[in-house]
């Protein structure tokens, strides 16, 4: 099983080349691969809206772009180098979210990161909160990266949710004592599922150790799609006059409803 990585990374190939037939967390999608993950978009977008709502000046710290993992600054739409399927879908999806909310998409600052870190995600986030006009609203496309926004905010003294509204990805234990509203996800069931994937196909039958080479031939495969929910902090909106962006109690705020198409 291949953990997410590039478009471009040539250890796709590599193995393609041995015959064998992998599962691929979240991609990139390959033609006959299995892959499993949630829709990475359709979740960015859902926490976006919650997190960008009553914003006018939001950001997103980012993961890498890229294999070189050079870390920059920039705004509105991906653009067309971003290469890691991942960061490529969450970054529309938090785009989306601002569209959605009625903001000029170059008005979105994107921080792109080097790693997916608390300490990378503080470097950058410092470097947004010292400009000036400072976001009013972060979304993070992980818990480590707004753990380090939740430390650069209490480093410029800016009150989380009244100054800076925060959000993260996982629903990690630390996010959780941190009161953090993020996105929920599964990497375990995905781990399994992608496993039992690998195992279904005639190349994964166990064979001795002097074995034959597989021949190549693609098996029927289509996306493994899993859901997702926003766990949300106990208090994750600024005080604002109206409730725009404040979700009912047992709502589902992604809806997504997609499911294991294999």
Do not use: K, Y
């Amino acid at each position: 099983m291949i953990w997410t990585t590039t478009d471009d990374d040539p250890i796709l190939d590599a193995v393609a080349a041995t015959g064998l037939h992998p599962a691929i967390q979240s991609g990139p999608a390959r033609p006959g691969l299995p892959t499993v993950g949630i829709d990475d978009r359709a979740a960015a977008r859902a926490i976006g809206r919650v997190v960008f709502a009553g914003a006018r000046r939001p950001a997103v710290p980012s993961f890498p772009t890229d294999r070189r993992r050079q870390r920059r600054l920039a705004s509105g739409p991906p653009p067309i180098d971003v290469t890691f399927p991942v960061t490529r879908a969450r970054w529309r999806g938090f785009l989306d979210a601002w569209s959605d909310l009625g903001g000029a998409p170059q008005r979105l600052r994107v921080a792109v990161c080097s790693h997916n870190s608390a300490t990378c995600g503080e470097d950058l986030t410092g470097e947004l909160l010292d400009s000036r006009p400072r976001p009013d609203a972060i979304a993070a496309m992980s818990d480590e990266l707004a753990l380090g926004v939740l430390a650069d905010a209490r480093r410029a003294e800016m009150a989380v949710p009244a100054d800076l509204a925060v959000g993260g990805w996982d629903d990690t234990g630390t996010a959780s004592r941190a009161d953090l509203t993020t996105v929920a996800q599964s990497l375990r069931h995905q781990g399994r599922v992608g496993a039992e994937a690998v195992e279904d196909q005639p190349e994964a039958r166990r064979l001795p150790a002097t074995h034959r080479r597989p021949q190549p031939g693609p098996p029927a495969a289509a996306p493994i799609v899993f859901s997702a929910s926003l766990t949300t902090a106990t208090e994750p909106w600024r005080s604002r006059s109206s409730d725009t962006g404040r979700m009912p109690t047992g709502a589902d705020p992604l809806g997504i409803v997609l499911s294991d198409t294999r």
